[in-house]
């Protein structure tokens, strides 16, 4: 499998990245860890006439604490957010979407922001920044822009990006005491896309009545989605078994999945998006307890 | 990443510069032109393997600046200046290293297609975690395919090389 052929950049600063892209428009396209852009040349599905290799750009691959947000940058690969203390103990949730993203390999190369720019509906790293309600920077020639993930992801394969602009930062608040969360994904086999997947972001007040719900769903609709009905149905209420299978309920209403010839029709992915919100909320509640 | 070349040498080709197993190969090569097809056809290393060219079964895994990569989801020219190891560079001195000779001693393999791929991602895996359990090998090997073992031996492999290695 050949792409077809392309002109090859790699510059060394944001700068030039975004002039390139300004030059090219359309016609261009970022190369970030390429484990979606790389597949889609290959198979021609998509065929760009310039590659804007932002990999030689310094300053892109960082995890820090930025007064009350973590910021991840954009060129951080899967496998260390995987494997960061700092998220690991600050953001759990955000480990365990990148543990589930495609194999090893994958994750050894593929990044947060290619990842999110690509707004693959069966991404998943869309429904886990929802879930804690992120943001992202992104960066033309001239400006930059701080976007609300639902501002970002648009539609499949769509995000907010302008054909200039690239995604440098995302960007997420830290979680207060007794907060927990959980990726939790049905795949046909290890590796696979989702056949659906729920991320569920909880806080509980002292008295464990809910005081922070962010639910996102992944190949549940046209773009990673936000269960809205679902927060609500927690939000305010103490977390009691009822209230949980209400809000699984009502995550089986916000989701608007399109049959996938396969990975199972409309109907079975509904009732799967009841099925993992209910468990991914057991498993958030759970860790919320445990976190002091 | 190390520096990248970026003078264009002739039309459409731009000059890739890189270490495999600590020889450095050159060579003018398309932007097209896949990491795996560089270091088969180019460096004339035929040992990492193509198997399916859509990033699922891991023939072709490599270990790019100290991470595994499969290396037929990657253009040569983003390794510009990379230093890289391939199946070829693990034997030392005639002596095959511990996971090539765990694969051999349990059976870890039978056609010895994925074998390649395999080791070189059980070595990144034992590099992270000496002492894997065994979930964390199947884990670790979930982006190779074998169609021949059913993978008890090459789980039974990777756990004697760590045990060896430790």
Redesign the interface.
């Known amino acids: ?8 950049f ?1 510059p ?1 600063s944001l700068k030039d990245a975004t002039s390139l892209l300004k030059k090219h428009g359309s016609d261009a396209k970022v ?1 970030a860890g ?2 979606s852009l ?2 889609v ?3 021609r599905l998509g065929s760009p006439a310039y ?1 804007v ?1 932002i ?2 750009i310094p300053g892109l691959d960082y995890i820090k604490v930025a007064g009350k947000s973590v910021s991840i940058g954009a060129l951080t690969r899967h ?1 260390t957010i995987e494997t960061s203390k700092l998220v690991r103990d600050k953001l759990g949730i955000l480990a365990e979407t990148a543990g589930w993203i ?5 994750r ?2 593929g990044t947060i922001g290619g990842s999110l720019s690509h707004c693959d509906p069966s991404g998943d790293w869309g429904a886990a920044i929802l879930a804690v309600r992120g943001s992202v920077r992104v960066k033309g020639p001239s400006k930059e822009r701080v976007l609300e993930i639902d501002d970002f992801l648009v539609d499949t394969f769509t995000s907010a990006l302008k054909d200039d602009e690239i995604l440098t930062e995302v960007s997420v608040p830290l979680p207060p005491p007794r907060s927990g969360g959980a990726y939790v994904k049905l795949e046909r086999r ?2 696979d896309f989702a056949t659906a997947a729920v991320a569920v972001q909880v806080s509980l007040d002292a008295k464990g009545v809910c005081s922070y719900a962010g639910i996102g769903l992944t190949a549940l609709g046209s773009k990673n989605l936000r269960a809205s009905k679902a927060e609500a149905a927690l939000l305010g209420n103490p977390l009691t078994a009822k209230a949980i299978e209400e809000a699984a309920e009502a995550a089986a209403e916000d989701a608007q999945p399109t049959p996938d010839p396969l990975r199972g029709s409309a109907e079975y992915k509904t009732e799967m998006a009841r099925v993992y919100t209910k468990r991914g909320i057991e498993l958030a509640v759970q860790r919320a307890k445990k976190v002091k | 990443m190390a520096k990248a070349s970026k003078q264009t040498v002739s039309e459409g080709l731009q000059r890739v510069t890189l270490t495999i197993n600590g020889k450095s190969y050159s060579r003018d090569v398309e932007p097209r032109l896949l990491l795996v097809h560089f270091i088969r056809d180019v460096a004339e290393l035929t040992g990492t393997h193509v198997g399916c060219e859509t990033s699922n079964c891991g023939a072709c895994t490599i270990i790019l600046n100290g991470k595994s990569v499969k290396s037929c989801t990657m253009f040569a020219v983003q390794a510009a200046g990379a230093k890289i190891e391939t199946i070829e560079g693990l034997a030392k001195d005639g002596e095959l290293h511990p996971i090539q000779n765990a694969f051999w001693e349990n059976h870890g393999l039978q056609c010895g297609f994925c074998t390649p791929g395999m080791i070189m991602q059980a070595y990144w895996l034992l590099k992270e975690n000496p002492n894997p359990t065994d979930d964390e090998i199947r884990m670790g090997l979930t982006g190779n395919l074998c169609r021949c073992t059913g993978y008890q031996n090459i789980v039974k492999s990777v756990r004697a090389a760590a045990k060896e290695m430790r």
Do not use: C, W
């Open positions: 499998m050949v792409p077809r052929k392309f002109e090859y790699a060394t190369l390429g484990m790389i597949p040349m290959k198979l590659i290799d990999n030689r496998h495609g194999d090893p390999q994958v050894n190369m290890s590796g």
